[in-house]
């Protein structure tokens, strides 16, 4: 590889050149002379830069932004491709896609997380899938579906257990893992902490009241009051709008944000 006059550059060059392998420590030092620290100090100003991306340090390595982008190209290319044949599934399994690439597993996972942050793929139960893309279910799973998403209504509780459900809907759970994870899917149910399922809009208007509140302080006896649940269902529900960004717990009680 010709050298260049600025080392920055010659470095850039360099993790162009190799692509989704990377630079590491003892190829950099080859190549420019340089001590670790002087290495680590170009490669962070490059990283500042939005040139590449840091994996590790001591020893370095990194990649270049435009071979993550073009890593997640391909594997936005490969997802949809599997829902494409797999339109009842909810997405693929994060290592059976690993496998098809042939990089390291670290700028893999960047690159898969790249992809979440920019919100063109989700990542549940470590299966990922098009932010956009919406199960195809056949009509009998329909149906199902329906009587599962009713099951809130019934009972007149916003909160309901797996094992409440599923007594409802009498359905093995293999069976009711795959309707709820479709309802989370669509935006109609939220799982929060203890495995206890929430009726999303239910929730949206909870976290409207929450927010509209002139006291930027709540407490656990007074988000009961604001919900009518029991301490059981508050306290997960709590930690729910922590995760969410609407609170912030402070001691034993919360700030909203």
Not at 37 to 66: C, N
Not at 231 to 238: D, F, G, Q, S
Request: with cysteine.
């Amino acid at each position: 590889m010709k050298r260049t006059s600025n080392d920055a550059e010659t470095l850039l060059t360099l993790a162009r050149e190799n692509g989704l392998r990377g630079v590491r420590e003892s190829r950099a030092k080859t190549v420019l002379s340089l001590s670790d620290s002087e290495i680590a100090t170009l490669a962070q100003r490059l990283e500042a830069e939005g040139e590449v991306r840091i994996l590790a340090f001591s020893p370095l390595f990194l990649v270049s932004r435009e071979s993550v982008e073009f890593l997640g190209r391909k594997i936005v290319a490969a997802v949809a491709r599997f829902h494409e044949a797999h339109p009842e599934d909810a997405g693929i399994p994060l290592e059976r896609l690993k496998t098809r690439f042939d990089v390291p597993a670290r700028v893999f996972l960047l690159a898969v997380k790249s992809l979440v942050h920019e919100k063109e793929v989700r990542l549940e139960h470590d299966r990922l899938a098009r932010t956009d893309f919406v199960r195809k279910l056949p009509p009998r799973d329909e149906q199902l579906l329906g009587r599962l998403e009713s099951a809130w209504s019934e009972t007149a509780r916003p909160v309901l257990t797996r094992s409440e459900v599923q007594e409802r809907l009498d359905v093995r759970l293999q069976t009711l893992e795959k309707m709820v994870g479709v309802l989370i899917e669509r935006g109609r149910i939220v799982e929060c902490g203890d495995g206890f399922l929430v009726q999303a809009r239910w929730l949206d208007g909870v976290i409207a009241k929450v927010r509209s509140r002139k006291r930027k302080e709540l407490t656990v006896a007074e988000f009961k009051a604001l919900t009518g649940l029991s301490r059981k269902y508050a306290i997960p529900l709590l930690e729910l709008l922590d995760e969410r960004g609407v609170t912030r717990r402070n001691g034993a009680s919360r700030d909203i944000v």
